[in-house]
């Protein structure tokens, strides 16, 4: 391979996870503080370890939201220590405004490094995102194969880069902005490569004072939720025997707990058992906890979830009627959910209930209020009530443009223009956003303000405030990572 204008001697790629500081408000944006609410970047831990399987370039993780208001400083610092010629930018929706201020400090620290953006947002708008003050390249999709091309073609100096999926500025090499065929085998990915960050700055999960690190047994998810934007892509799993050196791998680093990052984690089927009678035979692998569907989950499936290790289950309920599952998607009903939730007491597993309001079934205040009355019927450990967002390419988004509640474009222009100011979209026929919110402060305050949840917090040794502020707000961040 002939020497390009990287010298051909391996591309040095540092990949960067962006502050959240300039997130606009939405259920999965939002500002956390340093460490405590952040969760590691396993995309880019998957990169790093993709590019280091090359054996020829380098490749190190940033993480700005670790850093809190000092990551600029820092991230200029690890530039000149490291001297990347190729810097990846991983991109959420919700947090544009926040890439957009980290490629305008990219390119005053080392303007000479080639900048690529990907992420779930490039999904949606690569051609958009190629055209921010700054990029170069847009790579959409599953990039494990994709960035370790773009960085051997760098390195050879090949004219016109030939990458599936890649995108460009107008009049540079522009192939297709769908992205490349997501790997099909799982298995045959390098393990995430954690080292090199400071793995053990990530801890308080949802309450739990401990080390905790994500890892994902599946891609893709089976369902079809009308408020959901994760990709409709072929649904892949991992092997048990994969998943299982890879909780050891973070057990020999020193990682206490594991949230399984899953789109829906699996919890029936001969895979599922496989898994947890492996892990009630592991006690030296980490604890860990799950997001999850009802259905499935009765009292002989918690409790050999409880007996692998299990510390917690988060279960998108999402509202209180059959008639708002049905417009929502969701194969399931309340009775079955209220089940669940009731099998999860008698065993004695945690668990978290995810709400939404503001959806099209729910005509007034009172309608709102009924999802209170539910939460607490329920009984979860925890609840989590957010406002629906309107997220780009699903069903509800364009239902809402049909109504003429919000522009088909609004998305888009966000894309070309992002500012910290946009709200995005939401379901109000009905209701406005200010009713919603003061809705939404209302049913929190109804959920965790009683003498019990009040009592148990106090004897658990944290206190209800820093709880719900703290390791709730963490869930809270993780619950839609899909735009």
């Known amino acids: 391979m002939a020497p ?71 991230l200029g610092r690890r530039i000149g220590e490291f001297d990347p010629n190729l810097i990846g930018v991983l991109t959420l929706t919700p947090n ?17 490094a080639s900048v690529v953006i990907g992420g779930p947002h490039t999904r949606f708008f690569a051609e958009e995102t190629s055209e921010l003050e700054g990029v170069d390249f847009v790579l959409p999709g599953e990039a494990e194969y994709t960035l370790p091309m773009l960085a051997d073609q760098l390195e050879a100096g090949r004219e016109p880069l030939q ?17 490349a065929p997501p790997p099909e085998d799982l298995d045959a990915l390098p393990l995430p490569d954690r080292s090199g960050t400071e793995i053990h700055a990530y ?3 949802g309450g739990l004072d401990c080390v905790f690190t994500t890892i994902i047994t599946s891609r893709g998810c089976p369902h079809r939720c009308t408020f959901c934007s994760t990709p409709r892509g072929k649904y892949r799993v991992r092997s048990v025997a994969s998943v299982v050196e890879e909780m050891s791998r973070c057990a020999d680093l ?97 668990s978290v209930a995810y709400f939404m309001l503001g959806l099209p079934h729910e005509r007034s205040a009172a309608d709102v209020r009924q999802l209170s009355t539910f939460a607490r019927a329920l009984a979860p450990t925890y609840a989590m009530f957010n406002v629906l967002t309107l997220y780009p390419g699903t069903e509800l988004f364009r239902q809402a443009v049909d109504k003429g509640m919000t522009s088909g474009d609004v998305w888009r222009q966000f894309a070309r223009q992002p500012d910290t100011a946009f709200e995005p979209p939401i379901w109000n026929e009905y209701l406005s956003r200010d009713q919603l919110n003061a809705l939404q402060d209302e049913v929190y305050r109804s959920f965790y303000l009683r003498p019990g949840v009040i009592l148990r917090e106090a004897l658990t040794g944290g206190g209800l405030r820093r709880k719900v502020k703290a390791g709730l707000r963490m869930l809270f961040s993780s619950r839609r990572t899909e735009t």
């Open 4 to 74: 390009g204008r990287f010298g051909g001697f391996g591309v040095r790629v540092l990949l960067i996870n962006p502050t959240q500081a300039y997130a606009i408000d939405s259920e999965a944006g939002g500002a956390v503080e340093a460490g405590v609410g952040c969760y590691p970047p396993l995309g880019l831990f998957h990169l790093q370890a993709a590019l280091k399987a090359v054996g020829r370039h380098e490749a190190v993780v940033f993480d700005a939201n670790l850093l809190g208001e000092a990551y600029e400083e820092s």
């Open 96 to 112: 544009l405004p926040s890439v957009v201020h980290t490629v305008e400090t990219i390119r005053r620290i080392q303007p000479s």
């Open 163 to 179: 990458i599936p999926g890649l995108v460009t500025k107008l009049g540079l090499p522009l192939i297709s902005g769908e992205g």
């Open 203 to 205: 801890r308080g999960i």
């Open 254 to 350: 020193g990682i206490e707990h594991i949230y399984f990052l899953d789109d829906t984690f699996p919890t029936t089927g001969t895979r599922a058992r496989e898994l947890f009678d492996t892990l009630a035979g592991r006690p030296d692998l980490p604890s860990w906890s799950c997001r999850t569907t009802a259905g499935g989950l009765g009292e002989e499936t918690l409790s050999q979830m409880k007996k692998a290790g299990c510390l917690r289950v988060q279960v998108g309920v999402e509202t209180w009627s059959d008639e708002g599952l049905g417009l929502l998607g969701k194969k399931t009903s309340i009775e079955k959910i209220r089940r669940t939730f009731a099998a999860a007491r008698k065993v004695g597993m945690p």
